[in-house]
Nanobody
Framework: QVQLVESGGGLVQAGGSLRLSCAAS????????MGWFRQAPGKEREFVAG????????YYADAVKGRFTISRDNANNKVYLQMNSLKPEDTAVHYC?????????????????WGQGTQVTVSS
């Protein structure tokens, strides 16, 4: 069982930055691939970024590539999403998710555990 708690969301102007954090419980955190997803009102939940269990491989959605960076700290059971050059279209509830296994997957259905989400609002 893994419990996930996100933090770091907030209101920021376009062009600004935020750093989201996800704290995970459990002694087997390093055995999980991790992902960040987001869901805007009226839209489906979408993949933003994912990182392998070791942190050696990362994937990004085209919409955030070059602006966002995912990282993890297995010693402290944390995953981060550094978001730069934010745009109004990045406004959404952002979720941290964990899946058993080493491989990063993009579909939300492939993830086993979810956090409660943190709101990111980017004003124009």
């Amino acid at each position: 069982q893994v419990q996930l708690v996100e933090s770091g969301g907030g209101l920021v102007q376009a062009g600004g930055s935020l750093r989201l954090s996800c704290a995970a419980s459990g002694r087997t955190f390093s055995m999980y691939a991790m992902g960040w997803f987001r869901q805007a009102p009226g839209k489906e939940r979408e993949f933003v970024a994912g990182i392998s269990w070791s942190g050696g491989v990362a994937y990004y959605a085209d919409a955030v590539k070059g602006r966002f960076t995912i990282s993890r700290d297995n010693a402290n059971n944390k995953v981060y999403l550094q978001m730069n050059s934010l745009k109004p279209e990045d406004t959404a509830v952002h979720y941290c998710a964990a899946r058993r296994g080493v491989q990063v997957m993009r579909p939300p259905a492939d993830y086993d555990y979810w956090g409660q989400g943190t709101q990111v609002t980017v004003s124009s």
